[in-house]
């Protein structure tokens, strides 16, 4: 249980800005351990981020703590996972796998990065929005930790089931890739779907209608679905 907790440190250290003991470490040996406990860094992160945004709908309108509650995630991942997007959306335009590659290790941001960038946040805004303005902060709130969760659930998904596309000693997430064995799905599954049935349960506590998560989540998959296709048929594999 002990090392159990220091991978799951390890994770919080990579994944986001939340300051952990410098005696975890940071070896590449280390690191590659972390990525199983991604579904419940994000609940950490979620709930982070939806704290505050509940806390501000007190004393503030609920779009500008809507608009707190994102900046919160973006803050504490370090704009980790919206760097991706950017990169994914500048890549695989109709360039060849080497090209995209190329453009997913570049630091710079394309024209199709930032578009998708905005489009992401609008939506997120106007979603959290929505269920706020409909429901209650604290149900748009509840939802937010669950997109943190199902997201980094389904990111684990495909570490599983797809190969690592890059080769080079250069990409930037070699230190975490772990290869699909039996051992690394289980040990991801032992993780993530506690946290996702928990997040789920919690949902439905807070007033969800069952069909709506069911929806939900087959939209998820189908998503999850086509960019694993799309990851496999452009670049082989998966990269970050």
């Known amino acids: 249980m002990k090392q159990e907790f220091r991978i799951f440190l390890r994770a919080i250290q990579y994944f986001t800005r939340i300051p952990v003991p410098a005696s975890i470490g940071h070896t590449a040996d280390q690191l590659g351990q972390t990525a199983r406990y991604l579904p419940l860094v994000g609940a950490i992160v979620g709930a982070l981020a939806a704290l505050l945004m509940w806390l501000a709908a007190h004393l503030l309108p609920p779009a500008i703590a809507v608009t707190l509650g ?20 500048d890549a695989l335009g109709g360039t060849s796998k080497e090209r995209a590659l190329a453009i997913m290790k570049d ?19 106007q979603t959290l929005l929505a269920l706020a303005s409909k429901h209650s902060i604290a149900y748009a709130a ?32 070699k230190a975490v890739v772990q290869p699909a064995t039996r ?30 998560l069911v929806a939900a989540l087959a939209i998820a998959l189908i998503v999850r679905g086509c960019l694993a296709w799309q990851f496999a048929q452009r670049l082989g594999g998966y990269t970050a």
Request: net charge neutral; glycine share 8%; no cysteine.
């Open 142 to 173: 509840f939802a937010l930790v669950a997109g943190h969760v199902l997201s980094r659930a389904f990111a684990i998904s495909i570490m599983a089931t797809l190969p690592y596309a890059r080769t080079d000693a250069s990409a930037k997430a």
């Open 107 to 125: 630091s710079r941001v394309g024209s199709y990065g930032v578009i998708a960038l905005v489009l992401l946040l609008l939506l997120k805004y």
């Open 70 to 89: 994102i900046a919160a995630g973006i803050l504490i991942t370090g704009a980790f996972h919206e760097d991706g997007l950017s990169d994914y959306a």
């Open 183 to 212: 051992e690394f799905v289980l040990r991801a599954a032992a993780v993530a779907v506690p946290v996702t049935l928990m997040v789920i349960g919690v949902l439905i506590a807070a007033g969800a209608h069952f069909n709506s």
